[in-house]
Nanobody, 120 residues
């Protein structure tokens, strides 16, 4: 029913920027929440940022607060993650995800992931 496709991953130097995009196959109307997660090699998956579709309700992990910005464009059916002042610790596979449940509940639909590598 719902397909998510990430793009925009790549490599950057510490202090640089990258912008990730995630297009979704259906329009999100009503009680939807979309999010970015990441998983580094040997580490557990962690939530990075979340946004509710119905309003400007966002959440960020402390580690990215002030550096990353999540946004959503309903007309383009796209989720974005602007990443500034990148750090090597940001290196991971980044996934977009969506749920019709609470924003902090389990996410049902996931993209394939896009890799981000930050070097010194």
């Amino acid at each position: 029913q719902v397909q998510l496709v990430e793009s925009g991953g790549g490599s950057a130097q510490a202090g640089g920027s990258l912008a990730l995009s995630c297009t979704h196959s259906v329009a999100f109307v009503g009680n939807w929440c979309v999010a970015w997660f990441r998983q580094a090699t040997g580490k557990e998956r962690e939530g990075v940022a979340r946004i509710g579709i119905s309003g400007p309700n966002t959440w960020y992990a402390d580690s990215v607060k002030g550096r990353f910005t999540i946004s959503h464009d309903g007309d383009k059916r796209a989720l974005y993650l602007q990443m500034n002042n990148l750090k090597p610790e940001d290196t991971a596979m980044y996934y977009c995800a969506a749920t019709i449940e609470d924003c902090f509940s389990v996410y049902k639909w996931w993209g394939q992931g896009t890799p981000v590598t930050v070097s010194l």
